[in-house]
């Protein structure tokens, strides 16, 4: 990511730098479809079993971690999220909603969030399994370019002077503060940055890939060790839901951080690789 004084340009109001290398460009695009396609498809999956168990088995007598589902009382019917022993109504988005021609339906997630838009659970896993491949074999080959050019070295590595209490908890409050770097610092991630993109890239990725294989009844044959290893078919299927969700959670905060530090900016930087820093004026 980070550029170099040659590579540097100067523009009115600033210089321009090399922001983002070609392999994160690349990357960073065909991951941003793969990941929409598998979100939507995924939540068409789960729209066939709205409930989530931990351990090996689970089924609708048994009692769930994670629900989306509708109920009746009385004369009225409602909508729900139920995790745990908790729940909230959701009537009009989740569980109980209606479709694109009126009808009420009693799925969990809405046509608009699912892909297919209309219920198919064959095409829906067709799509799922079919963009997986494109996952993994798009982050194998992004970590291994990474690894050749220096990237993760050079921009994603975190020292011994950033895991300092001080250093992190600076971070935190120049973030809170919404106060972005500029001059030099603004060639490099800060330390916040380098563990939100370190937890996708090692943790939430991976996580997803693992869980992905270690639910499939061909894994479970092959590699049975997989399975064991995460606590079963049901915990994996639970933590994959909730790599997901933490895929989506770092999306929002990702794209709230871009918008406040200036989108089109950002969106150039990731388009062509160069952006226009601001001069320290300390």
């Known amino acids: 990511m980070a550029g170099t004084e040659a590579q540097d340009s100067a523009q ?10 070609l392999s994160t460009r690349l990357w960073h695009g065909v991951n941003a479809l793969t990941l929409l396609v598998l979100l939507m498809s995924g ?3 789960f729209n066939a079993h709205p409930r989530l ?4 088995y689970g089924a609708n007598y048994d009692a769930p971690w994670f629900k989306v589902s509708s109920a009746r009382i009385g004369a009225r019917e409602f ?3 139920q995790i745990a022993n908790s729940r909230v109504e959701t009537t009009g988005v989740l569980g109980l909603w209606e479709d694109q021609d009126g009808r009420l339906q009693r799925r969990a997630f809405p046509y608009w969030m699912t892909l297919p838009s209309r219920y198919s659970l064959a095409l829906a896993r067709i799509w799922h399994l079919a963009f997986a491949w494109v996952l ?5 080959g992004y ?3 990474s690894l050749v050019n220096g990237h993760l070295r050079r921009d994603l590595h975190i020292t011994r ?5 001080r250093s992190l908890w600076q971070d935190v409050k120049a973030h809170a503060r919404l106060r972005f770097p500029k001059g030099e610092a603004a060639r490099h991630y800060s330390v916040l940055q380098k563990l939100a993109y370190a937890g996708v890239l090692f943790i939430l990725l991976p996580g997803m890939i693992a869980t992905g294989l270690a639910m499939s009844p061909g894994t479970d044959a092959w590699a049975p060790l997989l399975t064991q290893a995460v606590g079963g078919r049901q915990t994996a299927r639970s933590l994959h839901f ?3 969700f933490g895929l989506v959670l770092f999306f929002g905060v990702h794209m709230a951080m871009v918008v406040l530090a200036g989108p089109l900016k950002h969106l150039r930087a990731i388009v062509t690789g160069r952006m226009q820093i601001e001069e320290d004026a300390s």
Request: glycine fraction near 14%; proline fraction near 3%; aromatic fraction near 16%.
């Open 12 to 21: 009115d109001g600033g210089r321009v730098i090399l922001r983002h290398r």
């Open 43 to 45: 939540l068409m999956i």
């Open 53 to 56: 168990y931990w351990g090996e």
């Open 79 to 81: 909508g729900f999220v």
């Open 136 to 140: 993994a074999l798009g982050l194998l």
């Open 143 to 145: 970590l291994l370019w």
């Open 161 to 165: 002077r950033e895991w300092h209490p």
């Open 242 to 244: 909730l790599f997901a």
